[in-house]
């Protein structure tokens, strides 16, 4: 019912900025948790950071520093600015959304994904 659309990957080159946003849509009563994950070729989703209600900011090890997450609950948009872009961040990066959504008087929970937007980093 909830749907995310991602927009902003592309190719750059190591050093450079990109963001991405991903916006919700679909009765969307409140969003608990937005948050960012990635997965390269060959290896397993992981999460890149996430931003809770309660503003407490959490990254992956790997892009503290460089990555920044915001959310822009009026919108329903999360954000993630990477800059200092490495090769190693080259992956499909997903946005993730947590919360309610209401059909009529009733609702309901949803954790839903985007479709993936492609980050290539060249060295």
């Known amino acids: 019912q909830v749907q995310l659309v991602e927009s902003g990957g592309g190719l750059v080159q190591a050093g450079g900025s990109l963001r991405l946003s991903c916006a919700a849509s679909g009765g969307i009563f409140s969003i608990d948790t937005m948050g960012w994950y990635r997965q390269a070729p060959g290896k397993q989703r992981e999460v890149v950071a996430s931003?809770?209600?309660?503003?407490?900011?959490t990254y992956a090890e790997s892009v503290k520093g460089r990555f920044t997450i915001s959310r822009d609950d009026a919108k329903s948009t999360v954000y993630l600015q990477m800059s200092s872009l490495k090769p190693e961040d080259t992956a499909v990066y997903y946005c993730n959304a947590e919360g309610r959504y209401t059909i009529g008087i009733r609702a309901f929970d949803f954790r839903s994904w985007g479709q993936g937007t492609q980050v290539t980093v060249s060295s």
């Open positions: 931003a809770p209600r309660d503003g407490r900011l």
